[in-house]
């Protein structure tokens, strides 16, 4: 057994195994089909021979080896993302640093400083949310905004007399609220 080889290791894939991962990996393809008659040259368009295509594209997908180097692959190309992204931002604030201190305006330096100080997260906004821990009936809550809109129109509410029907209350002018009727 010492002459076979691993077929799990990326490192022992043929170039067309690593040709086929690459044109996935790198987007060229848009499916494991298009890439796999690109690299093999396929030239078969009868069903038969598509269905065929399509099961070996699967086929090779899931070889350990391509799966390995799809992952390494992948591994790399985060790492080199955040890489990227890290020079990127201490670019942008050595560029910062250098326009304030060296700005001609004082609005410039400020906007400048302003923006190194949102980007150290110094001028994050805090808002505290509170729960409610007791839940209100819907009756209670009516009776809450009666009660706001009775304080808020300052309107005292009378009860009515029923004596006689000839005996009506009538309000004085200084009685009665500003168009609102409770």
Request: proline share 3%; charged share 40%; glycine share 4%.
């Amino acid at each position: 057994m010492a002459g076979k080889k691993d077929k799990s290791d990326a490192r022992e894939l043929t170039e067309l195994q690593r040709r086929f991962a690459l044109q996935v990996l790198e987007g060229k393809s848009p499916t494991l089909v298009h890439a796999y008659r690109e690299v093999y040259d396929c030239k078969g368009d009868s069903p038969k021979q598509k269905k065929a295509q399509a099961n070996e594209a699967s086929r090779l997908w899931k070889h350990p080896g391509v799966r390995s180097f799809s992952e390494d692959f992948r591994k790399k190309a985060e790492a080199q993302r955040v890489r990227r992204e890290v020079g990127e931002r201490e670019r942008v604030r050595q560029r910062l640093w250098s326009e304030a201190d060296a700005a001609d305006r004082a609005s410039d330096r400020i906007n400048a400083l302003r923006l190194l100080g949102q980007d150290a997260g110094m001028f994050t906004e805090r808002v505290e949310v509170k729960e409610a821990t007791d839940e209100l009936s819907d009756a209670e809550v009516i009776a809450e905004i009666e009660i706001a809109l009775r304080n808020a129109i300052d309107v005292s509410v009378r009860p009515l007399v029923e004596d006689d029907e000839e005996q009506q209350v009538e309000a004085s002018e200084d009685d009665k609220p500003d168009g609102y009727l409770m």
